[in-house]
């Protein structure tokens, strides 16, 4: 059985204001990640016009527009979205570990929750998968962690 957050119930987004920040490395691959978040948040409710998408060059900047997304105020959560496809050098183990460490660095200092959807795949065939394919769609099922997580913040602030 897949358990993804697709498999949580759904997700209140009304009154949500949500940044999609994007790398454009390996786009094939993260523009569909992107709708896929996109598509997720609009079912859950969230407006159209409180979604804003950001591109970045790759997952490693991921981290730092995350942040700037955050301190500009305007959002409640952000989903960060990239795709790092292991190739011949041990480059791919810095642009995973470096982008994976620093969006959770930003989430925990700032509080704001950031929907992880970092594909870190051996082979492109395994992204392909991911980003709407066989296993699912790892944008879409980032966007909806991202909504659990206010969701959960809420319940915890009894609000
Ligand atoms: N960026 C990715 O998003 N995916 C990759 O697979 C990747 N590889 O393999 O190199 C990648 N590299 C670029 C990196 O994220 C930075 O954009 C670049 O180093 C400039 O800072």
């Known amino acids: 059985m ?3 957050p697709s498999s949580l119930p759904a997700q209140d987004g009304r009154n ?3 940044a999609i920040v994007v790398a454009r490395f390996n786009h094939e691959i993260t523009e569909p990640l992107a709708l896929g978040a996109r598509r997720a948040l609009l079912a859950a409710g969230v ?3 409180a979604i804003a ?9 991921l ?3 995350c942040r700037w997304a955050i301190e500009c105020g305007r959002f409640d959560a952000v989903v960060a979205l990239g795709a790092v496809i292991r190739g011949e050098t041990n480059h791919y183990d810095y642009v995973c570990s470096e982008a994976s460490r620093g969006i959770a660095d930003a989430q925990l200092a700032t509080g704001v929750p950031i929907g992880f959807g970092l594909l870190t795949c051996d082979t492109v065939e ?5 980003a709407g394919g066989s296993a699912g769609n790892k944008g879409e099922d ?5 909504l ?3 969701g959960l913040r809420r319940q915890i602030d009894g609000a």
């Open 2 to 4: 897949r358990v993804s």
């Open 16 to 18: 949500r204001r949500i």
């Open 47 to 49: 407006a159209e016009d």
């Open 53 to 61: 998408t950001y591109h970045v060059p790759g997952a490693f900047e």
């Open 63 to 65: 981290p730092l527009a």
């Open 126 to 130: 395994q992204a392909v998968a991911r």
């Open 142 to 146: 980032a966007a909806l962690a991202a």
């Open 148 to 150: 659990a997580m206010l």
